[in-house]
């Protein structure tokens, strides 16, 4: 067997598989999946995903067993790769079974990061990566009247926010000064604050769990530093994730903050790439991107490197987060902290309580976040990809139509 082997039934992997045979590619395409089972959507997890019944599972399906047998493209579930062999060109599966490939995509993804100091096999404690994640999180919702969620990402907003729906009390703990503090801006960390804190969930800013208290093999609190203890049945860990690079180091690949991937998404080895949450492009991005749209572009652009057919159209990087009634869409990168020269600017939308927070950093536009704004984002993100850069004084304008930027 050759053709291509793609590590991981992702966003990022199925898109690869998609479009290499959109693009006509006709030789063999394997996923590899270590869970078991079709894969899922994973940005529903933390929300519509804990509010569905087991019956209703396959709504969140990513692809359908109708996908792969129109595709041509075989599918492995429930075995895992354990090793690579480049010199080779194989790879060996848990199973025990070896595996020829001529073109082999890594789209592993990543893991989420665990809290050392949390005691192992505590009943009650969660993380929400996966579809067995979410099941077991959702079978606690009924035992839990109060729930920890340590981490002020998107993750554990979303979370917040699906858990007080089900009328659990929400404590959420963040070791920064503002919520979403490395993919938003400053406004926009306020506005989250005062929303969840809306919605009477108690927001702790620049707080970390010291102790974990626990009752008959059960989490049952936790202490901070400050020395306050919160009672509780449920704890959240949602601090992020760390790219899932255990298989790519082994074989000799080089690696940093993610799998180290040139333009064309192509590591150091021949023939090996890496898409997706796991890829660090520094040459696109400058950083290690978790999102659909990266997904996305990065499977189908390594589909169209090994086709030599026509690559993806080029966009500026969008996300999304779904909290109570509120969509925000942003497109573009937030730089890491508000730094000397980063300006925002904010312009109501057409609905009540909808705006948008534009980002400048030396006069460029860098980001446009959007709360229930799609004009807004959708023409925020056109300037982005078209490199135009409204005046902050165009902007503040609320009498001037957005369209007009674009009329070139």
């Not at 990566?129 to 981490?151: E, F, H, M, N, P």
């Not at 009390?169 to 804190?197: G, M, N, T």
Request: glycine share 8%; with cysteine; charged share 25%.
């Amino acid at each position: 067997m050759s053709g291509t082997i793609i590590i991981g039934a992702s966003h990022a992997g199925l898109s690869c598989a998609e479009k290499l045979r959109q693009l006509g590619y006709e030789a063999d395409i394997t996923v590899i999946e270590r869970d078991t089972g079709m894969p899922i959507q994973r940005p529903p997890l933390s929300k519509a995903y804990l509010a569905a019944d087991e019956a209703d599972e396959a709504n969140f399906a990513l692809r359908r067993p109708a996908f792969f047998e129109q595709m041509q493209v075989s599918f492995r579930d429930g075995v895992s790769v354990t090793s690579i062999h480049a010199a080779d060109n194989t790879v060996r599966l848990s199973d025990d079974s070896l595996l020829n490939y001529d073109n082999l995509v890594l789209a592993t993804g990543a893991v989420p990061r665990a809290l050392p100091a949390v005691p192992e096999g505590l009943k009650g404690v969660h993380m929400l990566r996966t579809a067995a994640d979410a099941r077991g999180l959702r079978a606690d919702l009924q035992q839990t009247k109060t729930a920890i969620v340590i981490g002020g990402g998107y993750i554990g907003l979303e979370a917040a926010a699906s858990l007080r729906k089900h009328g659990i009390d929400v404590h959420v703990l963040e070791l920064a000064d503002r919520l979403l503090a490395r993919v938003a801006s400053s406004p926009i960390s306020a506005f989250y604050k005062d929303l969840h804190e809306a919605h009477g969930v108690q927001i702790h800013l620049q707080a970390a769990a010291e102790a974990f208290h626990k009752d008959k093999g059960r989490i049952s609190g936790v202490r901070l530093q400050d020395g306050a203890d919160i009672p509780c049945e449920m704890l959240l860990v949602g601090i992020g994730v760390i790219p899932d690079m255990e298989l790519a180091e082994a074989a000799g690949i080089q690696t940093g903050n993610g799998i180290l991937v040139d333009a064309e998404y192509r590591t150091n080895i021949e023939n090996i790439f890496a898409i997706g949450d796991v890829a660090h492009c520094d040459a696109r991005w400058g950083m290690r991107l978790e999102s659909i749209h990266h997904a996305q572009f990065s499977g189908a652009l390594v589909a169209s490197y090994i086709t030599e057919g026509k690559p993806p159209v080029e966009e500026a990087p969008w996300f999304w987060s779904d909290q109570y009634d509120v969509k925000l869409q942003i497109a573009g990168l937030i730089p890491a902290a508000d730094t000397e020269g980063l300006v925002h600017q904010k312009r109501p939308g057409r609905k009540d309580g909808s705006f948008s927070i534009w980002s400048w950093q030396d006069t460029i536009l860098k980001a446009v976040e959007s709360a229930n704004d799609p004009k807004a984002y959708m023409v925020g993100k056109a300037c982005l990809e078209t490199g135009i850069s409204p005046s902050r004084e165009q902007i503040a304008d609320p009498d001037m139509d957005l369209k007009l930027l674009l009329a070139r």
